[in-house]
């Protein structure tokens, strides 16, 4: 499956963005998907993930209450809504997915993920 991220932007301090990442087959709603970030010169950190359905999902400590992750499988599509933003979540989004079809397993490790988005750029400014 090829994933395309979209949504990144500019956004002042405390604003919100929503990113989505729509999936090319329609087997994706068969897929995990996470999401992870990297800002330059950092490693790439997960933030949370989602499961085939939507029934079950899994957040990074650091974005608990913030962001929220959804799906939606009649348009293969899998959102990443970021309020409260701060200029630390300045960084380049990725989606990626693994083909876990009818299962609640999520993934934190990008190592665990069978294909990537090419990622779209959040700035947050001050």
């Known amino acids: 499956v090829q994933l395309q991220a979209s949504g990144g932007g500019l956004v002042q301090a405390g604003g919100s963005l929503r990113l989505a990442c729509a999936a090319s087959?329609?087997?994706?709603?068969?897929?995990?998907t996470g999401w992870f970030r990297q800002a330059p010169g950092k490693e790439r950190d997960f933030l949370g993930a989602?499961?085939?359905?939507?029934?079950?999902?899994y957040y990074a400590d650091f974005v608990k209450g913030r962001f929220t992750i959804s799906r939606d499988n009649a348009n293969h599509t899998v959102y990443l809504q970021m309020n409260s933003l701060k200029p630390e979540d300045t960084a380049v989004y990725y989606c990626a997915a693994r083909y876990v079809p009818y299962s609640e397993t999520v993934y934190v490790t990008s190592a665990m993920y069978q294909c990537w988005g090419q990622g779209t750029l959040v700035t947050v400014s001050s």
């Open positions: 989602i499961n085939w359905n939507g029934g079950r999902t």
């Open positions: 087959v329609s087997t994706s709603s068969r897929y995990a």
